[in-house]
Antibody, heavy 119, light 110 residues
């Protein structure tokens, strides 16, 4: 069974750093792109970027380029999303999702990681 | 403002049919596959339709997808109260080199 399991909720202060994770299982982790999607409270889905764990090829949405870093450790089938200096506006739910072949759609999603940034 | 335009809300009675539209341009819907996602309250999105009109295993045939030119449509027949959710379309935008989602449509089953 394909699963993406994300790390737990985080409460941070502005200016702090954070790295959240997404562990894949039940499939060849290195053969599928993994994307990250932000959902701010009460809002829609925003694509942040994507990584191919096989060779760590990474693409970012211009809206998030320079604001976050996407990485992966294929030895433990885990993708990461990290911030070096959080802002209150980073408060959101973050989802990882597997891209099903080409650009056909995101077929499996993690359960989400809620990040709250507050002083 | 989303690159893909969806109606903010739609509603229909149980057992009826509803359609949700998704309008884009030649750089996204016009030349790329469209997928649709259902997000039940408090849960992660779930893939309903991929490659414009294909259903993943386990998705009932009450859900259908179609694409024509730069627009796509999600159809849901035999509406159930459990279908109340937010629905999003998504596709790749070749000009922006980003994946784009519609703003989402809230379905109410009256």
């Amino acid at each position: 069974e394909v699963q993406l399991v994300q790390s737990g909720a985080e409460v941070k202060k502005p200016g702090e750093s954070l790295k959240i994770s997404c562990k894949g299982s039940g499939y060849s982790f290195t053969s599928y792109w993994i994307g990250w999607v932000r959902q701010m409270p009460g809002k829609g889905l925003e694509w942040m970027g994507i990584i191919y764990p096989g060779d760590s090829d990474t693409r970012y949405s211009p809206s998030f380029q320079g604001q976050v870093t996407i990485s992966a450790d294929k030895s433990i089938s885990t993708a990461y999303l990290q911030w070096s200096s959080l802002k209150a506006s980073d408060t959101a739910m973050y989802y990882c999702a597997r891209l099903h072949g080409g650009n056909s759609g995101f077929d499996y999603w993690g359960q989400g990681t809620l990040v709250t940034v507050s002083s | 403002q989303s690159v893909l335009t969806q109606p903010p809300s739609v509603s229909a009675a149980p057992g009826q049919k509803v359609t949700i539209s998704c309008s884009g341009s030649s750089s996204n819907i016009g030349n790329n596959y469209v997928s649709w996602y259902q997000q039940l309250p408090g849960t992660a999105p779930k893939l309903l339709i991929y490659e414009n009109n294909k259903r993943p295993s386990g998705i009932p045939d009450r859900f259908s997808g179609s694409k024509s030119g730069t627009s796509a449509t999600l159809g849901i027949t035999g509406l159930q109260t459990g279908d109340e959710a937010d629905y999003y379309c998504g596709t790749w935008d070749s000009s922006l080199s980003v994946w784009v989602f519609g703003g989402g449509t809230k379905l109410t089953v009256l």
